[in-house]
Structure formats: C-alpha cells, structure tokens
C-alpha cells in the first residue's frame, strides 16, 4: 500500500486557477473511480471536498472540479481564493477494502 | 448536528496498548461503516481501520495489522480502536471518519493525539 504521489506544493495568485496532480497505480487510482479529496486547514480535521473523481458534495464551492485519467486524477481549484490556501489530499479505494491516500499538497495563495 | 467524539488519546511507553474511542451522534450509526485515519506530526493522512456497519467485516492497514483492532456497539454508537505493542511511528493524531457514499470519509472527529514515547 504505497503512498499515492502528490506535488508537495503548489502555488496560484487570487483569481487565478491551479491543479493538483495525484498518481497512483492500476490497482488503485486506475482501477476505481473512487478518488476522493480533502482540505485540511492547519490544526483542524480534512474536509471532503471531490468524491468518485469528479462529483462535489453538498456546500461545496463549484470552484472546486475533479477529473481523473488513467492513473491519475486531479483536482483543479478555480478562482483562487484566500481561504483556499490549506493542504489538499487525495484518496483511492485499492479494492480489498483497503484505502490509500496521496503525501499531501500544500496550497499557498500568493 | 453530525458529530464525531474521539477520545482516549494520550502519552504511552513503546510496547504499550491504549483504547481510543469515537462517540457518533446525529446520524443512524447502526447504518454506516466507520474508518479510523491516523495523521503523524507535519506528515500526511493515513488510513488505519475500517469496520461495516455491523461489524461484520473489518479491514486494518498492513502497518497495523496484527497489533491494532477496531470494534464497534451500535447500541451506544460508539467506534473503539484497540492499540497494542505500540511503535513510534505510531506517534500520530487520530481521526474517526464515517464511511460515505462512493468509498469516501465524509465526518471526520477531531482527533486524538496519540504520543508514544519512552
């Protein structure tokens, strides 16, 4: 059960749109169209913002997209916003039920 | 409200075992699968545990398995995870999340500090 692989870090002005990649393998990422992700603000408990690679939650901002190819997916933040800056996680099902979430990507809204 | 209740964290000498436990409320508990998720100091999420919910399957993270249990009674919504022969790099916050629709971690708790430390 490895790690899927984030950026650790990625950076946008307001307004502006940035994207956060989230590789996995074909066990997991490419396998199922279960990638979800979360924010998580410092001190605070993740936030579901994407589930099943690209559908938004309730409450959730549309400036938030998800997309998914092969072993792949995405998270793309449009609109840049101040509150936005947090660190982003991205989550697979690996089948067996067992899960895998991505190292992290910290978000700084310049 | 929809509210996740961790406890029993705390300070534990290598080789230890401690009992955490997540009370739920707002939500029917008996209906939901309920995940344990541990983050370690300034480093990422980790899925720990997973439970059906009725109990009926349960699933732990290779890091864990053989030394770490989750257990739940619906009839006092409450998500236990037992924790023993315990490892510094178990050192970590831990979280309990409701397992969502689409195999996701919708509520979340908290957390719990959990330090393991000679």
């Known amino acids: 059960q490895s790690a899927l692989t984030q950026p650790a870090s990625v950076s946008g002005s307001p307004g502006q749109s940035i994207t956060i990649s989230c590789t996995g393998t074909s066990s997991d990422v490419g396998s199922y169209n279960l990638v979800s992700w979360y924010q998580q603000h410092p001190g605070k408990a993740p936030k579901l913002m994407i589930c099943e690679v690209s559908k938004r939650p309730s409450g959730v901002s549309n400036r938030f997209s998800g997309s998914k190819s092969g072993n792949t997916a995405s998270l793309t933040i449009s609109g840049l916003q101040a509150e936005d800056e947090a660190d982003y996680y991205c989550c697979s099902y690996a089948g067996s039920t067992t899960w895998v979430f991505g190292g992290g990507t910290k978000l700084t809204v310049l | 409200q929809v509210q996740l209740v961790e406890s029993g964290g705390g300070v534990v000498q290598p080789g230890g075992s401690l009992r955490l436990s997540c009370a739920a409320s707002?939500?029917?508990?008996?209906?939901?699968?309920m995940h344990w998720v541990r983050q370690a100091p300034g480093k990422g999420l980790e899925w720990v545990a997973f439970i059906r919910y009725d109990g009926s399957n349960k699933k732990c993270a290779d890091s864990v398995k053989g030394r770490f249990t989750i257990s739940r009674d619906n009839s006092k919504n409450t998500l236990d995870l037992q924790m023993n022969s315990l490892r510094a790099e178990d050192t970590a916050v831990y979280y309990c999340?409701?397992?969502?629709?689409?195999?996701?971690?919708?509520?979340w708790g908290q957390g719990t500090m959990v330090t393991v430390s000679s």
């Open positions: 707002g939500f029917t508990f008996s209906s939901y699968g």
């Open positions: 999340a409701k397992a969502g629709e689409g195999y996701v971690f919708d509520i």
